[in-house]
């Protein structure tokens, strides 16, 4: 919960065009999202179940999947993990004209 609130505010930065936060922090946060969405991909689709959470038992959730809804979670993460993407580089954004 706490990494989509952060990222939720790297995404209102990125829409606005405010700096939040450095590049730097904004890359650790990319890779933490993407590292968590593959092990979501990988629990719910690839891997026997239960695996996951016997490896990593600081992952269990006692809210019932389905893949269905696991799937609709994973493309909702897409645009946070575009705007993490684009935060983490050292290039600034071009304002738009008006």
Known sequence: MGLELILLLGVFGYSYKKPILNPRFWRY???????FTCLN???????????????????????????????LAIILTMPYLYVAYKLS??????????
């Open 89 to 98: 580089s050292h290039k600034p954004q071009k304002k738009s004209k008006k």
């Open 41 to 71: 991909i990988l629990d719910i689709f690839i891997l026997p179940e239960g695996l996951l959470i016997k490896l990593f038992p600081i992952l269990e959730s006692n809210i019932p999947t389905n893949k269905e809804d696991a799937l």
């Open 29 to 35: 946060i990319f890779w933490a999202s993407l590292f």
